[in-house]
């Protein structure tokens, strides 16, 4: 298959689709992670979509993850008694994690196109990413993604990093390039041998 198709399988359009229920899920911010009961809701979501993360009878969500369900209106977010909407969420999210946003974009990109996007800090990479119709546990990711902004600039040693990584992981290597609007742009890098 030629690259070019590749990149198209990627970035085809998809929607992605959330769990029917008009519960939302309760959730506590807890500085770089959120935090909610393991209920019925928060549990219908992990099954169906992957969202969360199962840890001692608690929900825990990643930053990017819990944006993405509170624009989705299926999730509200406390700090202490007050409750966050999205923009205050995002000032709070962004001074524990300075890229947030850049980082929020490429996420909420993919999951909207039908994918389930997990963290990947033991990968080192931003994000892991499953083919559609594939759930973590059931195989592996296919992609490690690294949201970088269009004005961003990486040096040689950077980049071939992110591409190590992605080689000793045995995933393809996707960059995600956002834009000023918030759009992505994806490159799928791979090793080649001459």
Request: hydrophobic share 35%.
């Amino acid at each position: 298959m030629a690259k070019e198709e590749k990149a198209k399988i990627v970035v085809s359009e998809a929607v992605e689709k959330l769990p029917e229920t008009e519960e939302k899920i309760l959730a506590e911010l807890s500085r770089e992670r959120v935090l909610a009961p393991d209920s019925q809701v928060s549990r219908l979501f992990y099954d169906q979509g992957r969202y969360g993360e199962p840890i001692k009878g608690k929900m825990q969500y990643a930053l990017v993850e819990a944006l993405h369900l509170i624009e989705r209106g299926k999730m509200i977010i406390k700090d202490g008694k007050t409750e966050l909407n999205s923009d205050n969420y995002i000032k709070k999210a962004t001074k524990v994690e300075p890229k947030f946003w850049v980082r929020y974009c490429a996420y909420s990109d993919l999951r909207n196109r039908g994918y389930i996007v997990k963290t990947a800090l033991k990968f080192g990479a931003d994000f892991r990413v499953y083919d559609r119709g594939i759930k973590p546990g059931e195989d592996h990711a296919k992609w490690i993604v690294y949201p970088v902004h269009e004005t961003e600039t990486l040096t040689w040693y950077e980049f071939a990093a992110k591409n190590r990584v992605a080689h000793s992981t045995r995933k393809r290597l996707l960059m995600a390039i956002v834009d000023e609007e918030g759009s992505c742009t994806y490159y799928e890098i791979a090793w080649k041998r001459p």
